[in-house]
């Protein structure tokens, strides 16, 4: 058995999150949310991440764009990203004008609450704007320029252009320029001044809004995020991840809080953008289902561990880690009682020693509350961290041939 | 809404007056211990032995035709009193409120964004050091070292060669206000001249109000800041600053113009101390003396106009909400 490196990527790999670390500073102790998390993430793949309730997966996610909530703190561990240009980059080392280029350019997110993603007081065109605007502004002013440059050449408009084409071809030129930075404070030259540019925009954004599917979309874009549903406001948040068209989508459970049909229309707009844009997915949710149905690879956490990896077939055919076991037995089937996983999430102040599972799991022993089991390869893409799959560590203690018991236990089981 | 809410308010302002029995109001109005026989006959002659609600309704029907009564402290009509003095709170209003409304905004954004750092620290401190030193204390002491130390920032509105150059017919008074006045005069020295007039009130109320603003700005712009919308913001690639003055501050300003209405309204009906220590002599300076001399006309009229003030200001903050929030604009 080969113990799992990732020491960079390899040509086929988009990210890989190495032996990531995060705690929450809190009042009532150190939250250990995240502890020593590996995962790897091909070009155009979609990985599923699954787990009870916090164990970890948003914060995982939101550490993958270094936006780790506050009180909390990447304390040891990678985050490795292949750049669109090819370099390979650590994305907690990066400085903050570095990550503003990546984080919703090269990679994206969508939320479980879409109403609560979106600023109440801002108009949803605005906000798609923000994303079209802070990643393509130079090459839309081009386009511009070029637009106004022809009217002009053609004597159409006079004054107006001339001082819009200035003003387009200095903000391309120093977009920080001061003279701009006063004249935007006047609303009445501001609105003088960027009346074209305004208008590309706008239609740049009617287009992205067709692409996610959205019926009258010169209507929707004046839209406040409340005057919307929330399918919607989905497709908005969908709509402003796409943009620029990232190479990774980092979907957070987005159809959590919607009704079962938009829920099923929603995946399927993802599934289908994703196809087009030829991007790579890491898509978090609950439902087994949803796991099933659209990816290719799945992680599982527990506790702020990856506990098992593998691809979809062989994780639900095979399913190795005794908490992986338990997870797939507890979806609902018709027929049978649903059947909850025994015991509870531990708390992450004082998480369990050893394997963080070890109160809840039925093959528990006593290497268990002493070691760390980590990530070990059992077979050619499939990685679980069980000290019965660990024949090193396990041998210390003196047994063996355990894993077989199990491994057959469950062929009694499914 | 807004004449309900007037209703009850006179209500409530004139039921107190009804915890002092007849005898007690009529001889208010006698000043002269060798006159206490004329006490019967003040009652019958204002009926103040009659039911609560037919007072009340003269009362009522009076204050609605204007007629507040006449305040024997001020030996002026209560309604007159009122105007006179007013100019002068709106105009301390006026320098106070905003800056103080605009630097507690400022302190508590900058508080919240460097939280538990020493800026914050500091900045929470000194907020509440304002916030905790008495009027009366903070008047005195400023004026003891700028006026007495160093001759500046003199007590009063205006220097006596001012005054009387507002009173000759050369100066006309637009709004009673003395700087706005000086500048539609087209005069520098008067202007000049009311304004270091301002100076220490003006420090005194912004020391010691700054911290509400601050406070409620603070926890605000804390709260807004742990929002998912704002994540998302900085998901999409804004920078700190846009997302932060953008979106995390406008949403944060929402209950802080709740507060800073309410507080531009508690000083628009008088600022007791303040006006009190620096011989401004605005509404609260004469709410303060007529209240000493138990003028109770006086006492309901300032009541019942600083039951006015808060009204319009709640009605106010409610446009500014509508305009602001567009969940509200809605209803
Ligand atoms: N802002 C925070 N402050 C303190 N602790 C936090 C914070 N955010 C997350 N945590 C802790 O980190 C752990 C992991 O949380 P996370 O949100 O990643 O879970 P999750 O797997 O996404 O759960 P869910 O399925 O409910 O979304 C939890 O124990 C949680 O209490
Ligand atoms: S390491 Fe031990 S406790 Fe943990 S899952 Fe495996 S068998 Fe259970
Ligand atoms: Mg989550």
Redesign the interface.
């Given at each position: 058995m080969k113990r799992l490196t990732l020491e960079t990527l390899d040509n086929e790999e988009l990210l890989s999150v190495k032996d990531l670390v995060v705690r929450f500073y809190t009042y009532e102790g150190i939250v250990k949310a995240v502890e020593r998390a590996n995962l790897k993430l091909r070009k155009g793949e979609t990985l599923g991440i699954v787990g009870e309730t916090g164990s970890g997966k948003s914060v995982t996610a939101?550490t993958i764009?270094a936006?780790t909530?506050?009180p909390g703190r990447v304390e040891g561990g990678a985050v490795y990203f292949r750049r669109a240009q090819g370099d390979v980059v650590n994305i907690i080392k990066l400085k903050?004008v570095e990550l503003?280029?990546?984080?919703?350019?090269e990679v994206?997110?969508i939320?479980q609450?879409p109403n609560?993603?979106?600023?109440?007081?801002?108009r949803v065109g605005d906000?798609i704007a923000?994303?079209i605007l802070?990643?393509r502004l130079p090459e839309i002013l081009e386009n511009v320029i070029k637009f106004v440059e022809g009217e002009l050449r053609r004597g159409r408009s006079g004054f107006g252009a001339r001082l819009e084409l200035w003003a387009y071809r200095k903000m391309l030129e120093n977009p920080k320029s001061a003279i701009l930075a006063i004249l935007r404070r006047i609303p009445i030259i501001k609105n003088l001044m960027t009346r074209r540019l305004k208008h590309v925009v706008r239609e740049e954004i009617i287009e992205l809004l067709k692409l996610m599917e959205i019926p009258d979309p010169e209507r929707i874009i004046e839209a406040?995020p409340?005057e919307l549903s929330g399918g919607m406001q989905q497709r908005i948040?969908i709509a402003?991840?796409l943009?620029?068209s990232p190479v990774l989508l980092l979907a957070d459970e987005p159809t959590t809080n919607l009704d079962v049909t938009v829920q099923a229309q929603i995946i399927d707009l993802i599934m289908r953008l994703k196809n087009k844009l030829n991007m790579s997915i890491i898509y978090i949710t609950h439902d087994m289902g949803v796991i099933a149905e659209i990816s290719d690879r799945v992680a599982v956490m527990y506790a702020g561990n990856i506990v098992e990896v593998a691809p979809v077939k062989e994780l639900f055919n095979n399913p190795l880690h005794p908490y992986t076991r338990a997870l797939l037995e507890s979806i609902p089937r018709p027929g049978s009682p649903f059947k909850s996983i025994p015991g509870t999430i531990p708390n992450l102040v004082n998480p369990p020693s050893g394997c963080r599972f070890h109160p809840r799991c039925p093959y528990v022993r006593e290497a268990c509350k002493l070691e760390v089991p980590e990530l070990v390869k059992v077979s050619e893409d499939h990685y679980v961290a069980c000290l019965l799959y660990d024949g090193e560590i396990y041998g210390k203690y003196g047994g063996h041939g355990r894993s077989e018991e199990i491994l057959s236990d469950k062929r009694r089981n499914i | 809404m807004v004449i309900p809410t007037l209703l009850g308010i006179s209500l409530l302002i004139f039921g107190v007056t009804q915890l002092f029995d007849p005898i007690e109001r009529a001889s208010l109005y006698i000043r002269d211990p060798r006159q206490i026989r004329f006490v019967e006959e003040i009652i019958k002659k204002y009926g103040l032995d009659q039911p609560f609600y037919v007072q009340y309704f003269g009362w009522l029907s009076q204050v609605l035709q204007g007629n507040l009564g006449w305040s024997q402290s001020l030996h002026m009509p209560v309604l007159e009193a009122l105007i006179t003095r007013f100019p002068a709170t709106a105009e301390l209003v006026l320098y106070s409120a905003p800056l103080t409304i605009v630097l507690g905004i400022f302190l508590g954004k900058i508080s919240a964004v460097k939280k538990d750092t020493v800026i914050d620290h500091v900045t929470r401190v000194m907020a509440i050091v304002g916030w905790s030193l008495p009027a009366f204390w903070l008047g005195i002491i400023l004026m003891a070292v700028f006026y007495g130390g160093f001759g500046i920032f003199p007590p009063g509105r205006l220097s006596p060669w001012a005054e009387a150059m507002i009173r000759s017919g050369k100066f006309k008074a637009y709004t009673g206000l003395y700087t706005i006045d000086a500048i539609l005069n087209l005069n520098g020295d008067v202007f000049i001249d009311a304004l270091s007039h301002l100076v220490l009130p003006v420090i005194t109320l912004t020391t010691i109000n700054v911290a509400l603003i601050m406070r409620v700005m603070r926890s605000s712009m804390l709260e807004q800041l742990?929002?998912?919308?704002i994540?998302?913001?900085?998901?999409?690639?804004?920078?700190?600053k846009?997302v932060i003055d953008k979106?995390a501050t406008?949403?944060a300003l929402i209950p802080v113009v709740t507060i800073s209405g309410l507080l531009t309204a508690g000083m628009l009906s008088g600022m007791v101390i303040t006006e009190t220590v620096f011989e401004f002599k605005g509404v609260g300076y004469f709410a303060a003396h007529a209240a000493t001399q138990l003028d109770i006309p006086a006492v309901l009229g300032f009541a019942l106009f600083a039951g006015l003030i808060f009204v319009i200001a709640n009605l106010i903050v409610d446009i500014l909400y509508a305009y602001?929030?567009?969940?509200i604009r809605l209803r």
């Amino acid at each position: 058995m080969k113990r799992l490196t990732l020491e960079t990527l390899d040509n086929e790999e988009l990210l890989s999150v190495k032996d990531l670390v995060v705690r929450f500073y809190t009042y009532e102790g150190i939250v250990k949310a995240v502890e020593r998390a590996n995962l790897k993430l091909r070009k155009g793949e979609t990985l599923g991440i699954v787990g009870e309730t916090g164990s970890g997966k948003s914060v995982t996610a939101f550490t993958i764009i270094a936006l780790t909530p506050s009180p909390g703190r990447v304390e040891g561990g990678a985050v490795y990203f292949r750049r669109a240009q090819g370099d390979v980059v650590n994305i907690i080392k990066l400085k903050e004008v570095e990550l503003l280029r990546i984080r919703g350019k090269e990679v994206s997110m969508i939320f479980q609450e879409p109403n609560a993603a979106l600023d109440p007081l801002y108009r949803v065109g605005d906000q798609i704007a923000e994303a079209i605007l802070s990643h393509r502004l130079p090459e839309i002013l081009e386009n511009v320029i070029k637009f106004v440059e022809g009217e002009l050449r053609r004597g159409r408009s006079g004054f107006g252009a001339r001082l819009e084409l200035w003003a387009y071809r200095k903000m391309l030129e120093n977009p920080k320029s001061a003279i701009l930075a006063i004249l935007r404070r006047i609303p009445i030259i501001k609105n003088l001044m960027t009346r074209r540019l305004k208008h590309v925009v706008r239609e740049e954004i009617i287009e992205l809004l067709k692409l996610m599917e959205i019926p009258d979309p010169e209507r929707i874009i004046e839209a406040y995020p409340h005057e919307l549903s929330g399918g919607m406001q989905q497709r908005i948040m969908i709509a402003i991840a796409l943009a620029c068209s990232p190479v990774l989508l980092l979907a957070d459970e987005p159809t959590t809080n919607l009704d079962v049909t938009v829920q099923a229309q929603i995946i399927d707009l993802i599934m289908r953008l994703k196809n087009k844009l030829n991007m790579s997915i890491i898509y978090i949710t609950h439902d087994m289902g949803v796991i099933a149905e659209i990816s290719d690879r799945v992680a599982v956490m527990y506790a702020g561990n990856i506990v098992e990896v593998a691809p979809v077939k062989e994780l639900f055919n095979n399913p190795l880690h005794p908490y992986t076991r338990a997870l797939l037995e507890s979806i609902p089937r018709p027929g049978s009682p649903f059947k909850s996983i025994p015991g509870t999430i531990p708390n992450l102040v004082n998480p369990p020693s050893g394997c963080r599972f070890h109160p809840r799991c039925p093959y528990v022993r006593e290497a268990c509350k002493l070691e760390v089991p980590e990530l070990v390869k059992v077979s050619e893409d499939h990685y679980v961290a069980c000290l019965l799959y660990d024949g090193e560590i396990y041998g210390k203690y003196g047994g063996h041939g355990r894993s077989e018991e199990i491994l057959s236990d469950k062929r009694r089981n499914i | 809404m807004v004449i309900p809410t007037l209703l009850g308010i006179s209500l409530l302002i004139f039921g107190v007056t009804q915890l002092f029995d007849p005898i007690e109001r009529a001889s208010l109005y006698i000043r002269d211990p060798r006159q206490i026989r004329f006490v019967e006959e003040i009652i019958k002659k204002y009926g103040l032995d009659q039911p609560f609600y037919v007072q009340y309704f003269g009362w009522l029907s009076q204050v609605l035709q204007g007629n507040l009564g006449w305040s024997q402290s001020l030996h002026m009509p209560v309604l007159e009193a009122l105007i006179t003095r007013f100019p002068a709170t709106a105009e301390l209003v006026l320098y106070s409120a905003p800056l103080t409304i605009v630097l507690g905004i400022f302190l508590g954004k900058i508080s919240a964004v460097k939280k538990d750092t020493v800026i914050d620290h500091v900045t929470r401190v000194m907020a509440i050091v304002g916030w905790s030193l008495p009027a009366f204390w903070l008047g005195i002491i400023l004026m003891a070292v700028f006026y007495g130390g160093f001759g500046i920032f003199p007590p009063g509105r205006l220097s006596p060669w001012a005054e009387a150059m507002i009173r000759s017919g050369k100066f006309k008074a637009y709004t009673g206000l003395y700087t706005i006045d000086a500048i539609l005069n087209l005069n520098g020295d008067v202007f000049i001249d009311a304004l270091s007039h301002l100076v220490l009130p003006v420090i005194t109320l912004t020391t010691i109000n700054v911290a509400l603003i601050m406070r409620v700005m603070r926890s605000s712009m804390l709260e807004q800041l742990g929002k998912t919308y704002i994540i998302a913001a900085r998901a999409r690639g804004l920078d700190s600053k846009t997302v932060i003055d953008k979106h995390a501050t406008k949403n944060a300003l929402i209950p802080v113009v709740t507060i800073s209405g309410l507080l531009t309204a508690g000083m628009l009906s008088g600022m007791v101390i303040t006006e009190t220590v620096f011989e401004f002599k605005g509404v609260g300076y004469f709410a303060a003396h007529a209240a000493t001399q138990l003028d109770i006309p006086a006492v309901l009229g300032f009541a019942l106009f600083a039951g006015l003030i808060f009204v319009i200001a709640n009605l106010i903050v409610d446009i500014l909400y509508a305009y602001i929030d567009p969940r509200i604009r809605l209803r």
